[in-house]
């Protein structure tokens, strides 16, 4: 009888299904056929000899064999990662491709122009931006760096706090003070996406009517340019806009900006300029 083996890319499958919840966006990620990871996850449970997951209500529940391949496979994610990472930070010079996630409007709006600058002293260097209101994993390798909102939880990473971002009442430019704070006047603001966010709740408490809502900040800013109300926006993404203008500062809500990422990357050739670039520029936001 032939000895059943327990592959890498079987418990990967599981680690990524488990994950995304689904069959067709586990094959996604993975770049394999929907019929592909099917067959992997049997593969697996043929192994074992145990299934690993139920499917109840749409959802996978783990069994006790699968709970201990995911907790293998995790395992085996981490140190693969950390591996690839000291690879990573070991490569000489400065040059290289530099992935950072942020915020859509904070990476777009301020921190793209701002790469001239560090190009021009560090021409060898390329920086992939990925613009996601999303809390980017950088244990799923989809960035190297990562610029958030909060400070970082996770125990694995270097938090480092960049800079503060700050917000202010800002109205159409023919519109007076006056009727920007009155009560008849309607807000724009983001979409409560359910996650307590101040730039959302200080708004909603304001107790006025909302005649336009986004998920994101720019459309929000273009709401109030178009005359359809007034909004609370962050001043890097308002001051110098025209068409809007500030009513006046609300210190009271306030979002501090942190640097996220590995410990393997702090010095490391590739990765410090953009790190230092990154904690220079944040520090500046207004």
């Known amino acids: 009888m032939q000895k059943s083996t327990i592959t890498w890319d079987d418990l990967l499958t599981l680690s990524t299904l488990m994950r995304v919840g689904s069959y067709s966006a586990c094959a996604r990620e993975l770049d394999i056929t929907h019929a592909t990871a099917i067959r992997r996850i049997r593969r697996l449970e043929t192994a074992l ?23 293998a496979a995790r395992e085996m994610e981490q140190s693969a990662d950390r591996l690839l990472r000291e ?41 992939r931006l990925e613009v996601d209101n999303r809390v980017t994993s950088l244990a799923r390798r989809r960035a190297h760096i990562a610029v958030r909102l909060a400070r970082p939880q996770e125990d694995s990473l270097v938090a480092q706090r960049a800079g503060t971002i700050r917000f202010g009442l800002y109205a159409p430019t023919a519109m007076s003070a006056a009727m920007a704070e009155s009560r008849d006047t309607p807000l724009c603001g983001l979409l ?42 962050p001043h890097y993404l308002a001051a110098a806009e025209p068409g809007v203008t500030l009513v006046r500062n609300v210190p009271e809500v306030m979002r501090e900006i942190w640097l996220a990422y590995p410990p393997e990357f702090r010095g490391a050739s590739r990765f410090r300029p953009v790190i230092e670039w990154l904690a220079q520029a944040l520090t500046d936001c207004p």
């Open 49 to 71: 000899g145990k299934p690993v997951a139920t499917r109840t209500d749409g959802t996978f529940v783990l069994t006790a064999a699968g709970r201990n391949a995911l907790a």
């Open 192 to 233: 409560d996406e359910g996650f307590s966010l101040p730039e959302v709740e200080w708004p909603q408490a304001l107790g006025r009517r909302f005649s336009f809502q986004s998920n994101s900040f720019v459309a929000v800013r273009e709401g109030v340019r178009a005359g359809l109300g007034v909004a609370l926006l």
């Open 87 to 127: 690879i990573e930070g070991a490569s000489p010079g400065v040059s290289g491709v530099v992935r950072v996630a942020a915020t859509a409007s904070l990476g777009s709006h301020f921190l793209t122009p701002r790469l001239p600058a560090f190009y021009a002293r560090n021409p060898d260097v390329e920086v």
